[in-house]
């Protein structure tokens, strides 16, 4: 289990922080709630007059709306980057704290948090779900339940590098619910959305056995 403690310096530049990102560095990160962007349901920018992206027409998607924090570029991407696959736990905090900054901005609230779960094998790589973590941080912070409602059965190939199409092929029929449920709104919690292929397989599962509306939290969205 990856610990939390406070920082007295910030994890970008290491100066003097009386918390995990000083002033300046918190400049270098896109915050999407702030953007007066015009967006579609799965999160990308809309130009002109349209109210949803072509793949959302052409494939409406199964969840109901996606709450991304910030743009997917850096420093944000070498931070999830080197906590994820280089398992630089110390870029922790500062995660936490701008995750904790884009929650209080969601509105409405759902009834309970499921985090995207990740395979046992590539959980046991890792050594932790960096969706849970999020997760429950968001949880504690909203009062909310945090319940593992799904599972990965299936062993897939990591979607970076895939296009669209390759990405719903490969993520497709991979999740499964571990119990029944009476939530009615739901919201999945991710690191980073960049189609939407595995938000929305989740999201299928979670419709398909009862729930009324499934939103997508992220941290982070690619454009």
């Not at 799965?42 to 002109?48: E, V």
Request: glycine share 4%; proline share 5%.
């Amino acid at each position: 289990m990856i610990g939390f403690s406070a920082h007295t310096i910030c994890t970008l530049c290491s100066s003097s922080s009386a918390s995990a990102i000083c002033p300046s560095c918190k400049h270098l990160f896109i915050p999407l709630y702030q953007q007066r962007l015009e967006t579609c349901i799965c999160g990308a920018i809309l130009y002109g007059k349209a109210s949803h992206c072509l793949a959302c027409l052409q494939e409406p998607p199964y969840f109901h709306k996606v709450f991304a924090g910030y743009r997917y570029a850096f420093p944000l991407n070498q931070l999830l980057i080197h906590y994820k696959h280089l398992r630089q736990h110390t870029t922790e905090a500062c995660l936490k704290q701008l995750w904790l900054q884009h929650v209080h901005h969601i509105a409405p609230l759902p009834e309970v948090l499921v985090p995207i779960p990740l395979h046992f094998r590539r959980r046991w790589r890792r050594g932790f779900n960096q969706a849970e973590r999020l997760a429950k941080f968001a949880a504690q912070e909203l009062q909310l339940p945090c319940v593992p409602l799904l599972k990965k059965h299936i062993h897939t190939q990591s979607q970076q590098g895939k296009t669209r199409r390759e990405r719903k092929q490969n993520i497709q029929g991979s999740f499964s619910v571990r119990k029944p449920f009476n939530f009615h709104h739901i919201a999945l919690v991710d690191d980073v959305i960049t189609t939407g292929s595995t938000a929305n397989e989740a999201a299928q599962a979670l419709i398909t056995l009862g729930a009324r509306r499934v939103d997508i939290w992220a941290l982070a969205r690619a454009f």
